[in-house]
């Protein structure tokens, strides 16, 4: 069968709704888009420890701590899920990993910034895992079963972390008045880069139509940023704290929130590397990968006299 029949009956399966397995045949540019997306998915879980990890030993009582450690640890394995489930599509996790860590490889623009407060955490539990849910519930009925089963255990945890975040920022919103002034301030700093979470317009995505096309994506940049928008607005006002956009107003025709323009010079910006903490997240992790190489050598060669020992015995 030439190239040209098995696209049309790959789009055929799509347009029904079936899952696309491992040995199934697909078109050399969906196994590349898949490629993309999911390494980069699996890098941002990874850096996304990061800013987290940097409050564990401050967070304010041994609760906090046990909480935070706990969902540093869930991201981790975020991480691990999904470079298995790229691994499927013949890239290994060495290439993805070394890709961004030493190439040109994204991972997602809003762990480029800073933690500057415990309110921070609180935030980012709410809004930054709030977006995240949003995005990956889409992708838990993505077309490439592997990608797809993988979001099942981790859209569950995702869920529950921004109900923890939810809950932790509603504290500070109640609390004291310099309390209340922190969770308002990282709500101001975090608001944007986490709209901005969602990628470009999709007029100027360069991949949203043709993932579309595939459903490896189900709803665009611009719909999912809206379905954030109208969910998170209504829970801000149910907590007392102010969204930091002047245009914000309910659209009665629509019945959605309209809301002002995402500063797009700085997206682009953080994407190509000069945000706050690009330069940072990546040494840190490159700094882990390379002290951690005698980790990996010793468990690959392991591995290697457990299967020669275990030829040797058949």
Not at 158 to 164: I, T
Not at 213 to 220: G, S
Request: glycine share 6%.
């Amino acid at each position: 069968m030439d190239t040209e029949k098995r696209a049309e009956e790959f789009q055929q399966r799509i347009d029904a709704g079936e899952k696309i397995e491992p040995k199934d045949w697909m078109p050399e540019r969906y196994r590349k888009q898949l490629i993309r997306m999911m390494s980069q998915h699996a890098h941002s879980e990874v850096v996304g420890m990061l800013p987290e990890g940097n409050w564990i030993e401050r967070a304010p009582s041994l609760k906090r701590k046990l909480v935070l450690l706990a969902k540093v640890q869930d991201e981790a394995g975020h991480g691990l899920y999904i470079y298995s489930a790229a691994e499927t599509l013949g890239i290994s996790r060495k290439e993805m990993v070394e890709q961004y860590i030493y190439g040109d490889a994204k991972y997602s623009s809003i762990f480029n910034y800073p933690t500057l407060t415990y309110a921070d955490i609180c935030a980012i539990g709410w809004l930054v895992d709030g977006a995240a849910i949003v995005n990956q519930t889409m992708l838990a009925r993505s077309s490439y079963g592997p990608y797809s089963r993988s979001m099942v255990r981790i859209c569950k945890e995702e869920s529950f972390h921004k109900k923890q975040g939810y809950e932790m920022i509603a504290r500070m919103a109640n609390g004291t008045e310099e309390q209340q002034k922190m969770a308002q301030d990282s709500v101001n700093r975090w608001w944007w880069p986490s709209l901005m979470m969602f990628g470009p317009h999709d007029s100027d995505s360069p991949n949203s139509a043709e993932l579309i096309k595939w459903q490896v994506k189900l709803k665009t940049n611009d719909e999912l940023r809206q379905h954030f928008v109208d969910r998170t607005v209504m829970e801000a006002k149910a907590i007392g704290l102010e969204i930091p956009d002047p245009d914000l107003k309910y659209n009665e025709e629509t019945g959605h929130w309209d809301f002002g323009e995402l500063p797009w010079d700085e997206f682009w910006n953080v994407i190509k590397g000069n945000g706050i903490m690009n330069k940072e997240r990546i040494k840190t992790r490159k700094k882990a990968y390379e002290d951690g190489a005698w980790v990996r050598e010793a468990a690959t060669e392991c591995a290697r006299k457990k299967k020669l020992g275990e030829e040797k015995a058949s």
